[in-house]
């Protein structure tokens, strides 16, 4: 399985950008996982942004980007996406997304991230 991030870019500050996270795998249906987004920046640790849970219904989100980022499931195309608005400069990182499931229930499927950077 693996998990392809895109849509980064740079952007001024307050702008906004929609990260997408595509599925790649003959039996890896998104809607069967927690699906997540994280970012990181150099010299820091990975941090968690916000996620889907596979219901569908419920989400949650870092207090950092509550009110600015979210997180939305198209099960038709097997891709997560995730909608960043009001985008401020520390909001710059890669971002990557990953799935979380059955039996092992840690975050996993890390594909390569994309670069978001917000100028002020």
């Known amino acids: 399985v693996q998990l392809q991030a895109s849509g980064g870019g740079l952007v001024q500050a307050g702008g906004s950008l929609r990260l997408s996270c595509a599925a790649s795998?003959?039996?890896?249906?998104?809607?069967?996982?927690?699906m997540g987004w994280f970012r990181q920046t150099p010299g820091k640790e990975r941090e968690f942004v916000t996620a889907i849970r596979r219901n569908g219904d419920s989400t949650s989100s870092a207090d950092s980007v509550k009110g600015r980022f979210i997180i939305s499931r198209d099960d038709a195309k097997n891709t997560v996406y995730l909608q960043m608005n009001n985008l401020k400069p520390e909001d710059t990182a890669i971002y990557y997304c990953?799935?979380?499931?059955?039996?092992?229930?840690?975050?996993?499927?890390w594909g390569q991230g994309t670069q978001v950077t917000v100028s002020s």
């Open positions: 990953a799935s979380r499931g059955p039996p092992v229930w840690k975050y996993e499927n």
């Open positions: 795998g003959l039996t890896f249906t998104v809607r069967s996982y927690d």
